[in-house]
T-cell receptor, first 111, second 116 residues
């Protein structure tokens, strides 16, 4: 059975800190790994990674994939209160459009 | 500003009533997904369509849930009869089946369903 596991499940830090969120997966026929940010409403797309070792970056957020060790990390530097959200990791499989989601990491940034 | 549109945003109903949720995918997208999100289970895939054809509905309770795409601009999810355990947020997402964009799904704002 395809599985995506995120850690930690919950994280509380102070504004300005750097955080690293983890995502490990076990899927047959891996196609891609995606990160989403969910605040109060819909998950919003952040990154899609398909190749190992190539960092994707957007402002203070960055992510990298290791297909040999089957994991990805999402880094957020100089955190702000607006980064508080649930961060979801999902894996896409070959031959199907569907995504397998992890349970999410709830990140809280305190001022 | 292309987005997935879901209606209604909130629905409160009594047990046994029929509930219909609607979704308008992003224009040009050919895949549509229905998810249910609860605190306990997280995001669960209920069903999905490609080019309006149902591909997988194994996540849906078959006896009470049904999903359809009457046309390319409308997807529906029905629950009949509804039960309190169906209370959750239901998300619709759409995507474009292509080598470049293949896995990316864009989510609507969700329908928050409360069954009393």
């Amino acid at each position: 059975e395809d599985k995506v596991v995120q850690s930690p499940l919950s994280l509380v830090v102070h504004e300005g800190d750097t955080v690293t969120l983890n995502c490990s997966y076990e899927v047959t026929n891996f196609r891609s790994l995606l990160w989403y940010k969910q605040e109060k409403k819909a998950p919003t797309f952040l990154f899609m990674l398909t190749s190992s070792g190539i960092e994707k970056k957007s402002g203070r957020l960055s992510s990298i994939l290791d297909k040999k060790e089957l994991f990805s990390i999402l880094n957020i530097t100089a955190t702000q209160t607006g980064d508080s959200a649930v961060y979801l990791c999902a894996v896409g499989v070959q031959g199907a459009q569907k995504l397998v989601f992890g349970q999410g990491t709830r990140l809280t940034i305190n001022p | 500003d292309a987005r997935v549109t879901q209606t209604p945003r909130h629905k409160v109903t009594e047990m046994g009533q029929e509930v219909t949720m609607r979704c308008q995918p992003i224009l040009g997208h050919n895949t549509v997904f229905w998810y249910r999100q609860t605190m306990m289970q997280g995001l669960e895939l209920l069903a999905y369509f490609r080019n309006r054809a149902p591909l997988d509905d194994s996540g849906m309770p078959k006896d009470r849930f049904s999903a359809e795409m009457p046309d390319a601009t409308l997807a529906t999810l029905k629950i009949q009869p509804s039960e309190p355990r169906d209370s959750a947020v239901y998300f619709c997402a759409s995507g474009l089946s292509s080598p470049r964009q293949g896995s990316i799904q864009y989510f609507g704002a969700g329908t928050r369903l409360s069954v009393l």
